[in-house]
């Protein structure tokens, strides 16, 4: 295993641990509002900064881009950036639905190179490392076989607070609510795309997300067999935010979806 997923799975496994500590005390938990629908709370300022820790105790001139705290500065010429979710599905966090994780991403030189998704819950820990393999508690995972879309489990996620591309949005969940086996929205897209990977959904797409939602979850999907880009086909999405994952042969159809659902204007 490299040494930097080793320390990604360290800093996964501290946040963890304070995670836990707060899911049994959650009267004590301060939370703040960052906007409409959009919580931070004492759980994940503390969680972020046992990940912080972790990293800089190996690594201290490595930058970090962290949901929370924001862009940390790092030495340019080393070229490492850690990009960090200490609670994704902090809504479901606080509303003691167990659907959450920690994601944890590192990219050198503009490219993803591993990943590690912790889910606290289940104890299930995600791991990846540039062409290595996708890894569930350390057994190898791969994308579903599923060919057909009828046939399909698709994973998204609701607008929640931005609600400009609803129209949209509702356009590509009808015509993949009509023409599937199912759709699921669990809450937390870092946990949606390591369910790829892992082929318990066989695709996901969604909308606005931020890179510390897709970073980790996009290196796990390539590395178990599967695809990433953004609405355009593109790899942009850690730029866009728009996303579409899913197994090589469920690809196609569902492009062909957004394609034809959504506006150019919105898939940018």
């Not at 340019?76 to 167990?98: A, M, R, S, Y």
């Not at 879309?149 to 609701?158: E, H, K, S, V, W």
């Not at 590509?172 to 199912?182: E, R």
Request: net charge negative; hydrophobic share 40%; glycine share 8%.
């Amino acid at each position: 295993m490299h040494p930097y997923l080793n320390i990604a799975i360290e800093a996964a496994q501290a946040a963890g641990k304070v995670i836990r500590f707060y899911q049994e005390r959650f009267d004590q938990i301060a939370i703040e509002h960052k906007g409409r629908n959009d919580y931070v709370s004492q759980c994940d300022h503390e969680a972020e900064a046992a990940i912080i820790k972790t990293i800089r105790k190996y690594h201290p001139n490595h930058a970090i881009l962290a949901e929370e705290s924001g862009q940390h500065s790092g030495d340019k010429l080393c070229g490492v950036e850690w990009i960090i979710d200490p609670l994704d599905g902090t809504t479901n966090f606080l509303h003691q639905f167990p659907q959450y994780a920690v994601s944890i991403a590192v990219r050198e030189k503009g490219k993803l190179t591993h990943a590690a998704i912790y889910d606290p819950v289940a104890e299930e820990m995600f791991s990846a490392s540039r062409g290595a393999g996708a890894y569930l508690n350390q057994f190898r995972i791969r994308v579903s076989e599923q060919k057909q879309l009828n046939d399909a489990l698709l994973a998204t996620g609701f607008p929640y607070h931005d609600f400009s591309y609803i129209d949209a949005y509702l356009a590509s969940f009808k015509v993949f609510m009509t023409s599937t086996a199912g759709i699921r929205r669990a809450g937390s897209a870092a946990l949606d795309l390591a369910y790829v990977a892992c082929g318990r959904v066989d695709g996901f797409w969604e909308f606005n997300l931020k890179p510390w939602d897709i970073a980790a979850g996009a290196l796990l999907i390539k590395e178990a067999g599967g695809l990433v880009t953004d609405f355009n086909g593109s790899e942009n999405y850690l730029e866009t935010g728009n996303v579409m994952a899913a197994n090589p042969k469920l690809y196609k159809p569902m492009a062909q979806v957004i394609g034809q659902t959504i506006p150019k204007e919105l898939r940018r």
